[in-house]
């Protein structure tokens, strides 16, 4: 429960799309995290591309913004709560299958040559999804590498065998 005027994070989901004028359910699931459980809505609507956006950019900032409020009290503190996953008719969850089939596919690459693979910069979300794929892997092995010049947010994953 939130304590952003005592309204959970899917009650608080629900007052901003009514307010943006769609019609839709949101369906609430927990998934395993690093730490805990990770909550997920996913919005069924008759019109998922108008809430989904160019590349999923609307989706991101709905997600965004549902987060910023979750993570601050009624004296607008803020305080860390576990991320909400914020989905549309499963399309980010497609999106994880197929970035994930396609990190598989390097994966099968270094297997076969032995070579290191350095996948290219991305968020703290999708190497971690990488880094949980294949922490049971009995050839393969990941890591986190800072990239030069970045600012120590911006990393990479190297894919590598045990």
Same mark, same amino acid.
């Given at each position: 429960?939130s304590?952003?005027?005592?309204?959970?994070?899917?009650? =608080?989901?629900?007052?901003? =799309?009514?307010?943006?004028?769609?019609?839709?359910?949101?369906?609430?699931?927990?998934?395993?995290?690093?730490?805990?459980?990770?909550?997920?809505?996913?919005?069924?609507?008759?019109?998922?591309?108008? =809430?989904?956006?160019?590349?999923?950019?609307?989706?991101?900032?709905v997600?965004?913004?549902?987060?910023?409020l979750?993570?601050?009290? @009624?004296e607008?503190?803020?305080?860390?709560?576990?991320?909400?996953?914020?989905?549309? @008719?499963?399309?980010?969850?497609?999106?994880?299958?197929?970035?994930?089939?396609?990190?598989?596919?390097?994966?099968?690459?270094?297997?076969?040559?032995?070579?290191? @693979?350095?996948?290219?910069?991305?968020?703290?979300?999708e190497?971690?999804?990488?880094?949980?794929?294949?922490?049971?892997?009995?050839?393969v092995?990941?890591?986190?590498?800072?990239? @030069?010049?970045?600012?120590?947010?911006l990393?990479?994953?190297?894919?590598?065998?045990?």
């Amino acid at each position: 429960m939130s304590s952003h005027e005592g309204q959970s994070p899917k009650e =608080l989901l629900e007052l901003l =799309l009514g307010h943006l004028g769609f019609v839709f359910e949101v369906e609430e699931s927990h998934e395993p995290a690093d730490r805990g459980e990770r909550l997920r809505l996913n919005i069924r609507t008759r019109d998922p591309g108008r =809430l989904i956006g160019r590349d999923g950019r609307t989706l991101d900032e709905v997600e965004y913004l549902l987060n910023r409020l979750i993570d601050r009290d @009624e004296e607008g503190d803020v305080h860390q709560t576990p991320r909400i996953i914020v989905d549309v @008719e499963g399309y980010r969850r497609k999106e994880q299958d197929d970035f994930l089939a396609t990190i598989r596919q390097k994966a099968d690459r270094v297997r076969e040559t032995g070579k290191p @693979e350095t996948l290219p910069p991305m968020n703290a979300y999708e190497r971690w999804m990488i880094h949980q794929a294949f922490q049971e892997d009995p050839e393969v092995t990941t890591k986190s590498v800072a990239v @030069e010049g970045g600012n120590g947010k911006l990393k990479t994953v190297v894919l590598q065998v045990r």
